[in-house]
């Protein structure tokens, strides 16, 4: 078999087989077929896309490709929830526990922010003393004792979906559905729930600008895990506005946990018990509204915030912070932003957002720079809301006060006034089983 043949191939609109599909992934992580290759192998597929057979095909291959997390010694149903990433996107630290206190086995490998978007490991060190590198072991342990535990990423899970993926980065190739599926239902097989929750994040913040394309994607990552034999829903969430109030860290997990005393923002609540309901069905068998139910009533009785607080000690944090926020490292700087316009606020650009709370030191621009657990913005104004020349439109919060000007201005950017009050934005916009 030559790679050379297999390039050909799918340019010409062929349908390559399952041993073609092999070979290129084997071969291209080995090293024997070069980046040149599979890179012109990638714009292949970007041009005349994959079946869904060959999709399928793909992810398997890649998910094979490394470690594969061994679940087996967890005592019940494992289920997953997986985001396509987002702007204040904390859903993952309230979800989690919610579905844990109501009987499920979350078992989750998140990873670090990247760009934009930030990550739950992140998020989680920022309560002092939390582990998020424990050994495969410690994990089964903690989620057989507690239900519950959210670890990085160990081992080499998918290694040719991480080669393939800094390679679609620098060729233009990362926007092909068939190449985004395969390389997310990759790493999600590999880390070995039985069930998994795709939220699957839609407008300016999101990786999917549109809900047509969303759509695509999450009907294509559904027939990729159930073609594996794993439960699968994918949730289409509104991501054109940040959600909740808060972008950075520490300020993340305070909305969490404030979201589980019952005193979050309606919208974040809304799509967190949305997304719990929906891995509940998976372990009760239960329909959706009785498991929307059990999800607000682990809220209302304070058994969400219980397993949290469980969580943060048996992963060596200090659980304090949930009754005092000033556990968390607090940061030098404090900035009200004013409004320089009158008007509605027509639209949020989340992405924006979320370079501004990067700026103030809360993301990355690159893998292993460090980053301020405090740094961030706390929104008081969102799209549809009536503003004052003057009025507060938002706090920062850094350590680096020459940052805050630079901040301001991306800030300021992601904002559009107008005079007449916009139509509310739709927040879920369809569940694909
Ligand atoms: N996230 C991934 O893990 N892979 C992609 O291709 C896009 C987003």
Known sequence: MRMYDIIHKKRNGGELSEEEIRFFIEGYTEGEIPDYQAAAFCMAVYFQGMTAKETSELTLAMAESGDQINLGGVDGFTVDKHSTGGVGDKTSLIVAPIVASCGGKVAKMSGRGLGHTGGTVDKLESI???????????????????????????????????????????????????????????????????????????GSGAFMKTAEESEKLAKEMVSIGRSAG?????????????????????????????????????????????????????????????????????????????????????????????????????????????????????????????????????GREKKGDPIDPSAGIVLKKKTGDRVEKGDTLAVFYTDDESKIEEAKQEFFDAFTFGSEKPQPQKLIYKIIK
């Open 128 to 202: 002092p003393g939390f582990r998020t590198e424990l050994n495969p072991d410690e994990f089964i342990k903690q989620v057989n004792d507690i239900g519950l535990c959210i670890v990085g990423q160990t081992g080499e899970l998918a290694p040719a979906d991480k080669k393939l993926y800094a390679l679609r980065d620098v060729t233009a190739t990362v926007e092909s559905i068939s190449l985004i599926a395969s390389s997310i239902m990759s790493k999600k097989l590999a880390a070995g729930s039985n069930g998994i929750v795709l939220d699957v994040k839609t």
């Open 230 to 362: 794993r439960s699968v829903t994918a949730v289409i969430t509104n991501m054109d506005i940040p959600l909740g109030d808060s972008v950075g860290n520490s300020l993340e997990v305070i909305e969490a946990i404030k979201t589980l005393k019952g005193e979050g923002e309606s919208e974040l609540t809304e799509v967190c018990l949305t997304l719990a309901a929906q891995m509940l069905c998976m372990v009760t068998g239960e329909d959706e509204k009785t498991c929307f139910s059990m999800a607000k009533g682990a809220i209302d009785d304070g058994s969400a915030l219980n397993k949290l607080r469980e969580m943060i000690s048996a992963q060596g944090g200090n659980a304090g912070v949930v009754d005092d926020y000033s556990l968390f490292k607090q940061p030098k700087y404090t900035a009200e932003i004013f409004s320089e316009c009158d008007g509605y606020i027509e639209h949020t650009d989340a992405e924006k957002i979320g370079i501004a709370s990067v700026i103030l030191g809360a």
